[in-house]
T-cell receptor
Framework: GNSVTQMEGPVTLSEEAFLTINCTYTATGYPSLFWYVQYPGEGLQLLLKATKADDKGSNKGFEATYRKETTSFHLEKGSVQVSDSAVYFC????????????FGKGTKLSVKP | GAVVSQHPSWVICKSGTSVKIECRSLDFQATTMFWYRQFPKQSLMLMATSNEGSKATYEQGVEKDKFLINHASLTLSTLTVTSAHPEDSSFYICSARVRGSLSNQPQHFGDGTRLSIL
């Protein structure tokens, strides 16, 4: 079946450190892949997306590349800021007319000054 | 663009009461809206998919009579938690997809409703 596996958190980094949050997926077809971010007490915001293999999504310094050969969509940022502290969710849509999303369990990131 | 408003953001009520949560797409029409439940420090669990003008599709294990969903217009879906009990306390989040967009396009999320049942 379809699933999303994310690295367990929490992840604690110092400001300006390099960030990687691993995400792998299993899918029967070719899903679109997403990273969403959730700040405390809020809903989810789309961070970036990729709809086909080798696509690179990017936004606010974050990047992720859709790797079909490794079924991965790892999130990276070269230099994190305190304001990046949040929970990050990797997700895929498993198609069909509704395009429902499957989420990973989320990774909490804390960035210390 | 693509703003989703959820109301209320926080509600506290007594056990046995019913609570209605609204999800509105402010600047777009949404044929499909989704309702999620999120437990503390956990991921989102899809409860149901709401289609304008038709019955909602509930995920396995979600009680239809407990969580009533109405999607009466292209900009509004409501979730009513009937006869709420403490175990229904949770963070409920809705999302919507822009009408006419492909199914592989992102969903746009509301800010969530924290429901606390005493």
């Amino acid at each position: 079946g379809n699933s999303v596996t994310q690295m367990e958190g929490p992840v604690t980094l110092s400001e300006e450190a390099f960030l990687t949050i691993n995400c792998t997926y299993t899918a029967t077809g070719y899903p679109s892949l997403f990273w969403y971010v959730q700040y405390p007490g809020e809903g989810l915001q789309l961070l970036l997306k990729a709809t086909k293999a080798d696509d690179k999504g990017s936004n606010k310094g974050f990047e992720a590349t859709y790797r079909k050969e490794t079924t991965s969509f790892h999130l990276e940022k070269g230099s994190v800021q305190v304001s990046d502290s949040a929970v990050y969710f990797c997700a895929q849509n498993y198609g069909g007319s509704q395009g429902n999303l499957i989420f990973g369990k989320g990774t909490k990131l804390s960035v210390k000054p | 663009g693509a703003v989703v408003s959820q109301h209320p953001s926080w509600v506290i009520c007594k056990s046995g009461t019913s609570v209605k949560i609204e999800c509105r797409s402010l600047d777009f029409q949404a044929t499909t809206m989704f309702w999620y439940r999120q437990f503390p420090k956990q991921s989102l669990m899809l409860m149901a998919t709401s289609n304008e003008g038709s019955k909602a599709t509930y995920e396995q294990g979600v009680e239809k009579d407990k969580f009533l969903i109405n999607h009466a217009s292209l900009t509004l879906s409501t979730l009513t938690v009937t006869s709420a009990h403490p175990e229904d306390s949770s963070f409920y989040i809705c999302s919507a997809r822009v009408r006419g967009s492909l199914s592989n396009q992102p969903q746009h999320f509301g800010d969530g409703t924290r429901l606390s049942i005493l």
